[in-house]
DNA sequence: TGTTAGCACTCTATTTTGTCGAGTGCTAAC
DNA sequence: GTTAGCACTCGACAAAATAGAGTGCTAACA
């Protein structure tokens, strides 16, 4: 037996079906698509067989059918038609992208939540990764009691802060002369590479300085990773609207998941390899997501990929709505990211 | 009929048995307290009293006694005991607060993350108003395509930045010049006041420029402020342990109420002038709150508070362990910052 | 006068039972 | 290969039955 047209078409009208309502799917129900025009006898047949061959489940005997994720795995690759935006749509991402994005914070922050809203589903964003970025500015700002802050800017524009301890013979005007040979020497470099270029260059004018200049470097790589707290959640409420979630139980599970953030980062991480990946279901590694489909795309300045957004739902999810919003996104984010996030 | 000691004591137990166990509160469990030694009878006549006067509400006949916000203010004001913390409650608190603090954002992020994950509420940090404090230092930072970033640093050590955009007129070189300037006049000045100062100076030797230091003002200004999205959440999931949000809707209205960070805003803001407050159920102003109570304290480096954090649970809240929590927070917090967060 | 035992009553929560309907699989006929 | 028909299964829902916690009131007691 195999999967020819026909099964492939019904296999097409269960999914649909069921993404709308959430319910199993009965043979009468798609026996009225007139698209088939068969009786719900005939599509019972036909269900039985998709039934065997893997892409659809039974609750239990007289219950209609529920997709697998087999089934949805092959719904996304080859039977998925994209969504395209409602003007709505398009104007709500647009709302959210224009307000003042004066701080990748924000932007991450806005991302999110423009995502989430337009997809009711929960969104996540990772920010930049800014290994790849050159240095453009490097200022040591003297505080009270031995402490200094280190400020660092990308030629992209983004702009990195951390404290640090200052050795008592370092005067405070040096900090300025300091500031200015790192600025010069490291201009455009890129910021993964400065640790290792100072650990050679540790020499000239410098040199009795190489124990402080260490820990000024160690707080430069330090801040480039974004780690896992950074990640921008929005809408993990959104979950609770969808009748998978009507459990407290399980919404407590899913909501206790997503608050930890560090699978999250970690699947971002991974995902930021590849411009878009799905994964459906038990493709997810992670037990907590065995019911879930995560979707996401990454956004980039020039060439580099900074870092990867996305969205969680539920294995009944609207893919093919979920998709093009991520690429419209994709696009919209590298765009702001890329105009320095001046807008106001 | 007035309210003794007899009476006090009995609706004392009551809240307190309510508190732990979440329903109703029967004569018979009161009166098995053995510090009263009364029959279940005479509870119910104390009970039938403390009703007539306000204290106690019956959902219903033949169901037990539930306290109501006026018991709980009078719990508040006169019969709560402090819970001391546990030495594991402290460590849990430690842990997060030692990890690494270099900046203020995770500061305000394990603030929040030890409250929730201490108390079992929802917590909320709102991060340092900055308008009190003075200014250390101010860096423009030139970028490509007439944009530069402008980098502020207070005494306390608390860093801001915004990207601005820079008329063509104005060279790269100037940059530094106009930050060294800045800087020198505007030491030490306090943040909210150099908006002002600099429209009345507006002379000198950058008079030509002031179109565009007008600008750099304005973005220092704007970043002073916290805003509501810069408040730090943790533990929304917390409220999903409690029967009271056992109603996915009720759990649903919680989670968006709290999602928006508005109202919380405006209260931790409001309540930043006090250094404890403690609104009960109706106390608050706010419809979506009418069933919890918000505790919250002010954290402050040297003399000026910051800003002001607090606790979101059911208006059965306990108390006294909630306050014991914020108390030692408050010191906590206020101290990591006087130390300039470093902690490495 | 305050306290208490006793009792009838109220109301909810839980369990049990019955009914309805959606959906199935199978068979036989077209 | 398709379809009508039919017996069967199972969950959802409602109605009825039961249990139990708690009350208010009364009358008696110290």
Same mark, same amino acid.
């Given at each position: ?60 005997? *007289? ?22 935006? *409602? ?92 500031s200015r040979i790192l600025t010069e020497r490291f201009y455009d470099c890129r910021m993964d590479h400065i640790g290792d270029m100072i650990a050679k260059e540790m020499s ?43 459990? @407290? ?28 990946s799905i994964t459906i279901g038990n493709e997810n590694e992670d037990e907590m997501f065995k019911d879930c489909s995560i979707v996401t795309a990454t956004y980039q300045v ?5 870092? *990867? ?14 998709? *093009? ?10 765009? @702001? ?8």
């Amino acid at each position: 037996m195999e999967l020819d047209a026909r099964k492939l078409g019904i296999l097409k009208a269960i999914i649909d079906e069921y993404i709308m309502s959430a319910s199993p799917v009965g043979s009468r129900a798609i026996s009225k698509h007139e698209e088939f025009n068969l009786s719900s006898a005939t599509i019972r047949n036909e269900m039985a067989d998709l039934e065997e061959l893997g892409y659809l489940e039974q609750p239990h005997t *007289s219950a209609g059918r529920v997709p697998s994720d087999k089934a949805y795995r092959l719904y996304v690759d080859r039977m998925m038609q994209r969504a395209a935006l *409602s003007d709505d749509e398009i104007k709500l991402i647009r709302a959210h992208m224009s307000a003042k994005l004066d701080e990748v914070e924000s932007v991450m922050k806005q991302t999110a939540q423009a995502l989430s809203a337009v997809t009711n589903y929960t969104a996540m964003v990772m920010p930049p990764m800014l290994a790849a970025n050159r240095l453009r500015h490097i200022q040591l700002v003297p505080l009270r009691e031995g402490r200094a802050l280190v400020v660092i800017v990308t030629t992209t524009g983004f702009a990195r802060d951390a404290i640090i301890r200052v050795p008592e013979e370092v005067r405070s005007g040096e900090l300025e002369r300091i500031s200015r040979i790192l600025t010069e020497r490291f201009y455009d470099c890129r910021m993964d590479h400065i640790g290792d270029m100072i650990a050679k260059e540790m020499s000239g004018e410098l040199y009795e300085r190489r124990a402080f200049l260490c820990s000024v470097m160690e707080a430069v790589e330090r801040k480039m990773e974004p780690d896992s707290p950074n990640v921008q959640l929005s809408g993990t409420n959104n979950m609770l609207h969808y009748p998978e979630y009507s459990d @407290v139980n399980k919404a407590k599970t899913f909501l206790a998941a997503v608050e930890g953030r560090n699978m999250l980062y970690d699947m971002l991480k991974r995902a930021s390899k590849l411009e878009f990946s799905i994964t459906i279901g038990n493709e997810n590694e992670d037990e907590m997501f065995k019911d879930c489909s995560i979707v996401t795309a990454t956004y980039q300045v020039g060439e580099e990929p900074l870092g *990867s957004f996305g969205i969680i739902g539920p294995t009944r999810m609207n893919y093919g709505k979920v998709i *093009s919003v991520l690429e419209y996104m994709r696009r919209s984010l590298s765009e @702001v990211l890329s105009a320095d996030q001046d807008e106001d």
